[in-house]
């Protein structure tokens, strides 16, 4: 009985050693995209505010989330985000709903016949954007 209770003891050091907890994730109050425009073949950055909504060529960019790591860990960016479009016929359709992982933009990047978008980081404030020729505005939907 007592090799049994040691060998419990030594699993449960060996656990408690070699073992990693991770932080709980900061949340972030604004998500930093990247969008192509497949016709011009320009790449915009644009920030947008967690449950605001950005329009991006013919498609509205709404992040729930935006998540990061603290600096002592291995960096983890993700954001919970909405994506529509607009339609011709002026019908907003969802393409996407979902996480996004900065680490892997090709896992959950939208992809669209015209526009790309994908989560490059989480920021603490918003950056004012150079003049983009109106290519990633405020929208008043959602």
Known sequence: MRSVLKFIA????SIVLTGTALAAPIG????VFSGLDKITGRIITFDVLI????????????????????????????????????????????LFTGW?????????AIEHPVYDVWLVDCKT???????SGGEAAPSSGQ
């Open 10 to 13: 030594n699993i449960g050091a």
């Open 28 to 31: 972030n109050p604004v998500a």
């Open 51 to 94: 449950d605001e909504t950005v329009q991006f060529g013919a498609l509205q960019v709404t992040p729930r989330a935006c998540n990061t790591r603290p600096p002592t860990e291995p960096a983890q960016t993700t954001g919970f985000v909405e994506v529509d479009e607009i339609t011709l016929r002026n019908e907003i359709r969802r």
């Open 100 to 108: 996004m992982f900065a680490a892997s933009p090709g896992l959950s």
């Open 125 to 131: 404030e918003i950056t004012a954007a150079p003049d």
